[in-house]
């Protein structure tokens, strides 16, 4: 989950390292470092904190100029975030510095193994002793990049590796497994990073990095081999979106912006969808209809936010096919030993793609038998990859830690993918599959109905800026809306917050009802499952009587609610399965505007980071 940048060109490395990070800062913000390669030397500094602690540094202290050079920055793991701790390491000639995301195992023995012969190990990092081996390598082989894969194949673990050497000042090489790593291809220039962010302001043609290669990044090409030096395969592929997507456009938050963004990406995610006879199609889901039809349970997997979006899927796969369906927090999925064979299709969410826990599950899918179909925003990422079918959001970049866009987006694709199961095992006739189709391409323009009407919203949340806990509840598709709504506000307040399904309130909760404290009720629309309705509302009769004060969300139209709600919250009235594409929004502008109100940071919140890439 940390952030790397390396570069190898014309241009000051140092300019496009730094540059690079402020785009990759989301991934890790514990401490930043940088080194370059200059007049045969190698210059580095790093700093703890956050990455202006070392643009300050480097103000004061600054490095000579030089066209190679990386630079990383930290989401710590092994040993706290201090300077000694932060990246780039260096062997102890100072000549050989590396930077590292993931997580080594089998560090402390190789560290044992440096000690006895001499080497000394200055940082608590599993980092560190890569650098220390890869010198020996490199005096070994007089190649950097073989050095490298000599080194990768004594390490266990999930890592990416990014290393330079004084003595090759044009030569840059990386290596990953199981963690993100992508080539930025220039002319006369070239990039690696954890993420095309880093890079997409000057080139938007990508290179795939697959499991276990190595790559070695000179000006006028790159070159990719496996961990054993054979030639690897690769794939190029162009970024769909520019550097200024990636930039604040004004707002004083990436997470505001991203809020702001939700109704076009949730109409991009549903762009194309529909062929000229009207049926649905899904063109990057390969997996032949023959094997869906025989598909005789769906499980999916995913963590966070992707898990939410997962619960509210699960209840649309099945109204919409009656297929069993499981939703399964994916750290957890494969060791309680989970039943899979060849008539299973599971489906992995995950924003980034290269979430560890949900790469993991997939895998143990995989190897049971099972399909896997990726929903996932980010193109060229390792889940897609090792997955039979994806379908992407496209949401384009997500820059705030905590998600927004993706989400809804999620939720968009966790419809079709619903749907397309209905039409392809009859289910569903077409002209519903259209209907439920049109059903969501209206919902853009209520997402954006609701964003004009959240300024009661942002008041309320600075009303209760000093509370220390605010409960969520909800009922079917609401319930998933309240956990979403109890996260978003544990990320980003650093509050108590917890959701509920209402109609568990009065098996034990209920007990935490006292006077004044704020519950968010989510309501179900009173037309169709309107039993869930009335329960609801009696739901906000108890808790009202019990002193709480009510923030009801509710659809227009709905006036059952009225006399008990303290705060009233009004949404479009949608169809029950998509309601929450609209009941959610309130709930990340109010998280977002109370995170301000109590001087908290939106974008970066303590201890957290955008892509979980270790388990």
Known sequence: MCGIVGYVGAQSALDVVIAGLKRLEYRGYDSAGVAVVADGELASTKKAGKLVNLEKQLVSHPLPPGSTGLGHTRWATHGGP????????????????????????NFAVLRAELADRGHRLDSETDTEVTAHLLAEEYAAAGDLAEAMRRVCRRLEGAFTLVAVHADVPDVVVGARRNSPLVVGVGEGENFLASDVAAFIAHTRSAIELGQDQVVELRRDGVTVTGFDGSPAEVRAYHVDWDASAAEKGGYDYFMLKEIAEQPKAVADTLLGRIDASGSLTLDEVRIPASVLREVDK?????????????????????HWTRIPCETELASEFRYRDPILDQRTLVVAISQSGETMDTLMALRHAREQGAKVLAICNTNGSTIPRESDAVLYTHAGPEVAVASTKAFLTQLVACYLVALYLGQVRGTKWGDEVGAVVRELSDIAGAVDAVLETMEPVRALARSLADKNTVLFLGRHVGYPVALEG?????????????GFAAGELKHGPIALIEKDLPVVVVVPSPRGRSVLHDKIVSNIQEIRARGARTIVIAEEGDQAVVPYADHLVRIPATPTLLQPLVATVPLQVFACELATARGNEVDQPRNLAKSVTVE
């Open 298 to 318: 769906v499980v999916i997997v995913a963590c966070g936010t992707a898990y939410h979006a997962g619960l509210i899927a699960k209840l649309a796969i099945e």
């Open 486 to 498: 109890a996260l978003k506000l544990k990320e980003l307040a650093y509050m108590h917050a917890e």
């Open 82 to 105: 201090t300077d000694a701790n932060a990246h780039p390491h260096l062997d102890n000639t100072g000549r050989v510095a590396v930077v590292h995301n993931g997580i080594i195992e």
